[in-house]
């Protein structure tokens, strides 16, 4: 199969110096949902149609390409003279032997089922428009059939009649063609209707004068075929969008604390009896183990959390990964390179950044633990600081098992407290501690006799 993707049009309504398909529906690029939905059917060619936004456009598509290890090509348009006129600028790359599917880029939740259903209904000799019946039709191009109930043409709102404007079935826009018709079709468009354009949807006439079979199919759910031109249909959109990953979600056993109050921008995996509590954020891909729990206004990114942890709220969680029934937040901060062992508490106001937590360590307030190997059954005492940074390089904390420190200490990096090990509370540590021992950096405490406090100057 051939796929174009239609995405020169402008998006003058999203009132925006970013091109309309390169604004994120659930943290992707709306161009990019429809390039994965094609990809998904296996297509030989791909070609997306650009224009506006300059090379923002196929940059895009090429790094996609390039990330995917996959061939889409991309052609101009310009000037943008209509839907017919964009597809004939794909017109070289098609392939005669296959079919072609027309997408449009900002159509971005077609799913790959209703994408099936209408290649299938198309076969290999018909055309295939998927339609939707709309309450309210307003603007878009009607399915007009006669009284056998065959698809005779496609008229649009600008050039219909007000019979033609009381149909309710209307034209997504997305079809599939037989290629060798559709090259021919399209060299005979004209642009003499209202708008002035060179329609797609005057090949379906041309079909039916041909004799080319035309058929139709229907997605599940009108969003399928919704387009993006402004802010608020891409507000709308997300929020569908969410909800159908939210009841996905709530199909596979997750509790969902409420499913409109959930984000997921990426890839959520869960096991069993998972709770989520609202307000919470998911991006790139998170796996939750069986049993985890995690607690209101939580934001998650590239992040695998044990079975049986317990997220509490208000964490922000990145690249990063949690141990088996660990204890973390609420008001913690896990950055990039934080690896958690097993039954690890984290508390409040503590940072992790590029270090292991081996098991039952814990650090349950105000801590700064970066660059750092903590071993296991280690206690870091409120305040304590691993001072991994001096201005111009970074340096390695070791701290190894069964390690005391006591509250508000400064490990100095390169440093290492051997195992065993307790700090004094207030320790500035800047050489090795000693495995076993009580070390200690505190001037000895000092009472001043007879000194008394200072009283008010009487003017
Ligand atoms: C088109 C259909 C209409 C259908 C509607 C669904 C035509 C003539 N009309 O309407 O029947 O109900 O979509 O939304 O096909 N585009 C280009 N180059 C152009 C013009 C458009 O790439 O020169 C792209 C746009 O970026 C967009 C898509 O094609 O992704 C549809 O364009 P738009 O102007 O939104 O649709 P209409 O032509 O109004
Ligand atoms: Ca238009």
């Known amino acids: 199969m051939n796929v174009v993707i239609l995405a020169a049009g402008m998006g003058k309504r999203m009132q925006s110096a970013l091109p309309k398909v390169l604004h994120p529906l659930a943290g992707k690029p709306l161009l990019r949902h429809v390039i994965d939905a094609a990809r998904s059917l ?14 923002a456009v196929p940059e895009m598509v090429s790094a996609l390409a390039q990330e995917t290890g996959s061939t889409i090509d991309t052609a101009l348009q310009q000037p943008q003279l209509g839907t017919g006129h964009a597809v004939m600028q794909a017109v070289p790359q098609l392939d005669d032997a ?26 290999t000799d018909k055309l ?5 019946e709309q309450a309210n039709p307003f603007g878009l191009g009607r399915i007009v059939r006669d009284n056998a109930g065959a698809i005779v043409r496609i008229v649009e709102e600008k050039d219909a009649n007000e019979q033609e ?13 037989p290629t060798r018709h559709l090259k021919k079709w399209l060299a005979a468009l004209s642009n003499n209707n209202a708008q002035g354009e060179y329609y797609l949807t005057d090949i379906v006439a041309q079909a039916v004068a041909d004799g080319v079979p035309v058929v139709s199919s229907q997605p599940s759910g009108e969003w399928e075929v919704a387009g993006v031109n402004s802010k608020v249909q891409l507000a709308e959109l997300e ?39 609202v307000g919470c954020v998911f991006e790139g891909r998170v796996e939750l183990g069986e049993g985890v729990r995690i607690g209101p206004n939580c934001v998650l990114v590239d992040a695998t959390v044990g079975a049986g942890a317990n997220i509490k709220p208000f964490c922000h969680i990145e690249d990063a990964v949690i141990g088996a029934a660990s ?43 970066g660059d750092a190997m903590i071993g296991s059954r280690v206690n870091l005492g409120a305040g304590t600081i691993t001072c991994n940074y001096d201005g111009a390089n970074k340096f390695r904390t070791v701290i190894e098992d069964d390690v005391f420190v006591g509250s508000d200490s400064q490990l100095v990096a390169p440093v290492t407290v051997g195992k065993g090990a307790t700090l004094g509370a207030g ?24 000194w008394k406090r200072p009283v008010k100057v009487k003017k």
């Open 98 to 123: 296959d079919a072609t599917l027309v997408l449009y880029g900002d159509v971005p939740l077609t799913t790959v089922d209703s994408l099936r259903r209408l290649v299938d209904a198309a076969g």
């Open 239 to 277: 929020r569908r969008h969410q909800l159908n990953i939210a009841n996905a979600l709530l199909e596979k056993g997750v509790t969902l604390m409420d499913p409109a109050r959930i984000d997921v921008r990426g890839e959520l995996i869960c096991g069993r009896d998972v709770v989520i509590d």
């Open 327 to 369: 204890q973390i937040g609420p008001y913690a901060r896990l950055r990039p390179g934080t690896e958690l062992g097993e039954d690890v508490h984290v508390g409040n106001f503590v940072e992790i950044k590029n270090s292991t937590v081996a098991a039952h360590s814990k650090a349950n307030h105000l801590a700064y633990v």
């Open 128 to 132: 295939a428009i998927l339609t939707v």
């Open 165 to 177: 404007r009381a149909i309710k079935e209307i034209n997504s826009g997305i079809m599939v063609i």
């Open 42 to 55: 296996g297509p030989k060619k791909l070609c997306v149609i650009y224009g506006h936004g300059g090379a």
């Open 427 to 450: 320790t500035t540590l800047t050489k090795d501690a000693p495995a076993g021992k009580l070390t200690i950096s505190r001037p000895k405490q000092l009472t001043i006799e007879g």
